[in-house]
């Protein structure tokens, strides 16, 4: 993983920015992150866009993080139907 969670980025192509929510690796070797935008107004958030890594280049490093005693869903169960 190139990019860490919590940190800014842009798209070099669209000049798109946000922030790395979400990775993915496909079987071909594409590797994309999950890109949400900061929203302009608040009452409404912006879609996120999936996008190349070769696109991005960093912008702030770890601009967002988690509470070290925010549970992230990782050490959560998985729901039993």
Known sequence: MKFQFG???RDVVSGFTGIV????SY???CEQYLVQPES???TKKPD???LDEDRLQIITPEKVRLAA???SGY???A???
Not at 21 to 24: E, L, P
């Open 69 to 71: 005693n925010m549970a």
């Open 40 to 42: 302009v107004d608040k």
């Open 79 to 81: 729901p039993v139907k």
């Open 7 to 9: 940190s800014e980025v």
């Open 21 to 24: 929510t979400g990775f993915c």
């Open 75 to 77: 050490d959560q169960l």
């Open 27 to 29: 079987i071909t070797g």
């Open 48 to 50: 996120a866009l999936w």
